[in-house]
Each structure stands twice: as C-alpha cells, then as structure tokens.
C-alpha cells in the first residue's frame, strides 16, 4: 500500500515533495470552507492504479484551492452496500464533494447522489447506473469517462505487430461491460493489423466474440492473479499479453512446480518470456514494475488526476456541471487516453508511424472503435 501523503494545507510542502503531483513548490493556498472527499475502490490503494491518480487530482485540489479533505477506504470484500455505507460515511463527516471511483461504485454512487443532491459528486471511470444497471446521469454528478477502448484498439495492433510467435492474449477480471469492450477493442486492433498486412494472428484467453468464453481473473485489481493467469496463458502459446484487471502492477514470473500449468501448446512455461501491455498508466515508470520494466511492451495510460482536480476545483463555483452535458469523455483525440511510445522494449520498424496514423484515422472518424461511450 503506498503513503497516504499529507492531508491538509499545513503539509502541503510534504505533499510536493513526495507525491506524483506536477504543482510547483510556489504554489498558494488560502483556506475554505469546503471539503473535497474521495471514496476509493479498494481497501489498499496501488500506486499509479485508477484510485492513486484520482486521490492524486484531490490532493492537488488540496494544495491549489486550499479545500478540505477526507479519503476513506473500501471494505476487503466490497459490494453495492458496503459502497453506500462508505459514500454515506463521508457525506455525515460534511464533505461538500465526493470522487468515487470505478464502475464497482457506480450504483452505490447514484442511489447516496439521488439521496443527497446539495452534495456534487465525480464517478471517476465509471457511468452512473442505478441498481437495475441502467444509466441514469444527476444532475449532481459529473462522469469522467475514458474510452480506453480506442487505446486498447492501437494496444492490439502493436501486439499483432509485436508477436513472434503468432498469438497474443487478452484477459480480463471480470465480464462487466467496461471490461467487454475494451477487450473487444483489443482484438479489434489485432484484427485490423491481420486484415491490413495478411497475417492470421491468434488471440487466445478471448476467443470468439461470446464474452463467456473468454478467460477472467474473477478478482479486480488483484496483481497476484492477474500474474498467474498471464503466465498461465504465456505457456500456450502467447508472447504478447493483455489484461484488463484493474491491477497495475506486474509481479514476477510465478514457479509452475506441481500446479499442472507448466504444459501447453509449447509444453515448456519455463521458456516462456511474454512481452505484456500494461493499462491505467505507464507501467514501466512505476518502481513496483522495476524487475520486470525489460518486459513490457506499452501501456494503456488515462489522464484521470488532472481532470479529477478541475472538476473538484468547479465544485467550489457555480461553473460545476453535472448530468449529461457535464460528462466528460477522455479520448486519443485530447489525450484522456494513448499508448506509450516504445521504451525498454523497441516497437518493430515501422510501427511507431503507422500508430501516429491510426491515432490520426481513429480522431477523423476514418476507423470507428466501437463502445458504449462513444454511441451515446
């Protein structure tokens, strides 16, 4: 679990020195009578994840607007009512704004907003539903959306690209919508680079377009299983790998020794050296990732923290909006999500350029990667 950095005014020098922010050592803060919360996902918070770069846009909140602050944490095995409880907590310890995070919250988020529209709210990564899982936008609630699918779509090119083997892999934690489609904008992504250069590229851990078929971890933001299951996938086969798990962190190839996994199409786990795809935000700059940096081929990164700050900053002003026109949705186009260009690990000739193209193609409408965020 990372430090929680220092929560108020008076340690906002810690903050600055410790933290992932981007504020200057100059910056000013006055005082006001306004009190930013966070509700994170989790109950331990993964450096660099979704819910550490959405603390991060409250703490910087912190520093530039001088408002309060509270963060609570999920229970170890949340559900839909362990999230109400968590989002009714901080609305008792007077928080004027509350950020919830993840489409695990977002049920819970729209039943404690309904109940208490004095109060603004940000659903970070998530759309607002209601219990019955039917979108249902407030008025005091602003969505910051990422269409991570249209960087998950350039992720199954460069895997495609990538692959010496002929088979890449995806996964995911569950079989959520989100989750759906954003794998489903992976394989897209291998597809196109088949069609385009006559290759047949494999994708195995999601096969055909059934999502029951396809290969999940059954746990969300959970580093352990989303390494045993990769490694797993890596013995049949696959050398370029992609998982959607909510994890961001990587952890050391798992010893296979009695556990039934170490046979495969190749028949060998102990040879198998897969290059992997991170998401959320660039895994090779975390330290977590430091043994395993020579091993990742890109990641999926979204700017949340920098749009958390500007809307916690608006809650303080009449310029908040909520609802359907205050939705916010980060696409290539304004750099809410991308892929990293090559690091430890070289991009095949040629490559780098034809992904500045299809960003290019996918911005003009020319290719259309399809989710529920940009048919609304």
């Known amino acids: 679990m ?3 950095r220092g929560l108020s005014a008076l340690a906002a020098s810690a903050l600055l020195l410790t933290g992932c922010s981007a504020i200057g050592p100059d910056a000013e ?15 331990t918070i993964e450096a660099g994840s979704i819910d550490d770069q959405a603390l991060d846009g409250v703490q910087r909140a912190v520093v530039k607007q001088g408002v309060g602050y509270k963060l609570a944490f999920a229970s170890e095995k949340p559900n839909t009512e362990s999230y109400v409880n968590q989002l009714k907590g901080l609305i008792a310890a007077d928080c004027d704004f509350v950020v919830a995070v993840s489409n695990r919250m977002a049920a819970a988020t ?13 659903l970070v990564d ?14 005091n609630v602003r969505e910051l959306r990422f269409d991570a699918a249209q960087s998950a779509f350039l992720a199954g090119y460069l895997a495609a690209s990538a692959t010496k083997s002929g088979v890449v892999a995806a996964f995911g934690a569950n079989r959520t919508t989100q989750i759906v489609e954003v794998i489903t904008g992976f394989k897209h992504g291998v597809d196109y680079f088949n069609s385009q250069n006559g290759t047949s590229v494999s994708i195995i851990g999601a096969p055909g377009s059934d999502p029951r078929d396809w290969s ?4 969300w933001a959970d580093s352990a299983a989303q390494t045993k299951l990769a490694y797993r996938l890596a013995t049949r086969g696959a050398d370029v790998i992609f998982g959607y798990t909510g994890s961001v962190v990587l952890g050391a190839k798992p010893s296979t020794s009695g556990e039934g996994e170490n046979t495969g199409t190749d028949g060998n786990a102990d040879a198998a050296s897969p290059m992997f795809i991170g998401i959320d935000t660039d895994w090779a700059a975390l ?26 900053a608006a809650g303080l002003t009449d310029t908040f909006v909520g609802g359907i026109a205050g939705r916010y949705v ?11 260009e090559a690091g430890a690990v070289t991009y095949p000739t040629g490559v780098a350029g034809r992904l500045a193209q299809l960003v290019s193609e996918i911005n003009d409408g020319t290719i259309v990667v399809d989710s529920s965020i940009n048919n609304k």
Do not use: H, W
């Not at 803060?29 to 109950?43: E, G, H, L, Q």
């Not at 890109?298 to 749009?307: C, F, N």
């Not at 980060?330 to 990293?340: E, P």
């Open 2 to 4: 990372r430090l929680i």
């Open 29 to 43: 803060v006055t005082d006001v009578d306004y009190k930013a919360c966070i509700a994170a996902s989790v109950s």
């Open 110 to 122: 729209y039943r404690v907003a309904k109940a208490n529209p004095d109060v603004r709210f940000a």
């Open 126 to 139: 998530a759309e607002l539903i209601t219990s019955f899982g039917q979108a249902a936008p407030l008025e």
């Open 216 to 219: 999940v971890t059954g746990a």
């Open 287 to 312: 330290a977590a990732n430091d043994a395993v940096k020579g091993s990742i081929l890109a990641s999926m990164p979204k700017r949340i923290a920098p749009v958390v700050e500007s809307t916690v």
């Open 330 to 340: 980060g696409t290539l186009s304004d750099g809410g999500v991308a892929l990293t």
